[in-house]
């Protein structure tokens, strides 16, 4: 059975409200939003062309530059964007990674080297904290700011998504707790011989089957 709607003056308050937070909504919608990899403290990987990549306004013209290089380009039809910046060597010494559309998107403490993935289930989301020298590691990881992890947060869908939730941690007493053991061994192994910034991008969740 279908129900009517009825509008009385009691209502119209709630209705001005809904629609001002609709107005809201699109608002936000419309700014540049750069996706997880592209936050502060982030690891771009070295030796290969940058691509920077995030949605933002149907047809808004989109700017990347960082370390002097810049390149330009238009979201799409569905309001996805994406630009490749020049290759670039490994660089310790952070730079600045600045996203602009209708809004500025600035990241601090970007650097360049090794960016690896890392997925699977529990033994590789099994985090530091864990792990049998942790009293000794934890404390340890302060040398490390170049080692750096981006946890993505768990997100069902039926269906490829094109956003997602995380965000860079640099490694420290403090952050190197949640970080996936597995991979932040792996990360200070492989820096200690390349002595270059490693990034660990981390999809891990336990119990998947895939």
């Given at each position: 059975m279908n129900m009517p709607i009825i509008h009385t003056a009691a209502t119209a308050p709630i209705l001005l409200v809904f629609s001002f937070w609709a107005v809201v909504a699109t608002t936000v919608r419309a700014d540049v939003v750069p996706a997880p990899p592209f936050t502060p403290n982030a690891v771009l990987q070295r030796d290969k062309p940058i691509p920077v990549w995030g949605t933002a306004d149907v047809g808004e013209a989109v700017t990347v530059r960082f370390a002097g290089q810049s390149a330009a380009t238009t979201a799409d039809a569905q309001g996805r964007w994406r630009i490749e910046l020049p290759a670039m060597a490994a660089r310790s010494e952070p730079d600045t990674l600045v996203i602009a559309g209708k809004n500025t998107v600035t990241c601090e403490n970007v650097v360049v080297g090794e960016v690896w993935l890392i997925s699977g289930q529990s033994n590789m989301e099994w985090v530091v904290r864990e792990t049998k020298d942790a009293a000794?590691?934890?404390?340890?990881?302060?040398?490390?700011?170049?080692?750096?992890?981006?946890?993505?947060?768990?997100?069902?869908?039926?269906?490829?998504?094109?956003?997602?939730?995380?965000?860079?941690?640099?490694?420290?007493?403090?952050?190197?707790?949640?970080?996936?053991?597995?991979?932040?061994?792996?990360?200070?192994?492989?820096?200690?011989?390349?002595?270059?910034?490693?990034?660990?991008?981390?999809?891990?969740?336990?119990?998947?089957?895939?």
């Open positions: 000794l590691d934890l404390p340890a990881a302060e040398a490390f700011p170049l080692i750096r992890h981006l946890k993505i947060a768990r997100q069902v869908a039926d269906a490829p998504i094109i956003s997602a939730q995380g965000r860079w941690e640099v490694a420290s007493t403090a952050t190197t707790t949640e970080f996936s053991a597995v991979g932040y061994y792996f990360a200070t192994a492989i820096h200690r011989v390349l002595r270059v910034p490693v990034g660990i991008v981390n999809c891990t969740w336990g119990g998947t089957r895939i």
